[in-house]
């Protein structure tokens, strides 16, 4: 097992919510850039969000639904996700980069990826 785990994944009807988190362990967490990821089935890894220092970033698809929040103290990142589509059904996925100078919206940047968690919705 990695250093990060995601959890909250399941089942929903279009409309729901659901909150994912992201868990790390011997990282120096907070300096980290945390990303979420995710991929349906057959396509690429999409970029969903980014929390940063000072900042955080979203996908137009999710604006609006999804919200990031980092808790340093738990070394955990939450994604609350309200008013799911059938379409943002796929594994979702965090993941840990180091702050540098490469783009925190390339995936191939980041350091550290939890083992993902599924995320269905569906009538």
């Known amino acids: 097992q990695g250093p990060l785990v995601e959890s909250g994944g399941g089942l929903v009807q279009p409309g729901d919510s659901l909150r994912l988190s992201c868990t790390a362990s011997?990282?120096?967490?907070?300096?980290?850039?945390i990303g979420w990821f995710r991929q349906a089935p057959g396509e690429e890894r999409d970029i969903v969000g980014i929390?940063?220092?000072?900042?955080?970033y979203y996908t137009d698809s999710v604006k609006g639904r999804f919200t990031i929040s980092r808790d340093n103290a738990k070394n955990t990142v939450y994604l609350q996700m309200n008013s799911l589509k059938p379409e943002d059904t796929a594994v979702y996925i965090c993941?840990?980069?180091?702050?540098?100078?490469?783009?925190?919206?390339?995936?191939?940047?980041?350091?550290?990826w939890g083992q993902g968690t599924q995320v269905t919705v569906s009538s």
């Open positions: 011997g990282l120096p967490f907070g300096a980290y850039v």
């Open positions: 993941a840990a980069k180091r702050p540098n100078y490469y783009s925190d919206y390339d995936g191939r940047r980041y350091d550290y």
């Open positions: 929390s940063r220092i000072g900042d955080t």
